[in-house]
């Protein structure tokens, strides 16, 4: 199983930017795809973005125009640009590596807070 390290997290003021880094032990090119996730006090985890091995992207709405996805495959490295971000993207972000058919990895997450 490969182990998922992020880092990057911190208190910001709304419009401001912050970059969060995913750090795996082995390969990502060894996964389906590597995402990030995103966990608000209270509510459900939801999937923010997510870049496949042939570099097919997705973003949630939310987050859409705001948020770039990349990758470092020499670096085994998975980054999250946020921009312009808000109060409602404060949440424990979490990066993801589907394994399938073999056990899926999560990070221990990083804490986002963005202030008013």
């Known amino acids: 199983q490969v182990q998922l390290v992020e880092s990057g997290g911190g208190l910001v003021q709304a419009g401001g930017s912050l970059r969060l880094s995913c750090a795996a032990s082995g390969s990502i090119f060894n996964s389906n795809a590597m995402d990030w996730y995103r966990q608000a006090p209270g509510k459900q985890r939801e999937l923010v973005a997510g870049i496949t091995r042939n570099a097919r992207i997705t973003y949630a709405d939310s987050v859409k125009g705001r948020f770039t996805i990349s990758r470092d495959i020499r670096q085994n490295t998975v980054y999250l640009q946020m921009n312009s971000l808000k109060p409602e993207d404060t949440a424990v972000y979490y990066c993801?590596?589907?394994?399938?058919?073999?056990?899926?990895?999560w990070g221990q997450g990083t804490q986002v807070t963005v202030s008013s």
């Open positions: 993801h590596a589907d394994r399938s058919p073999y056990s899926d990895s």
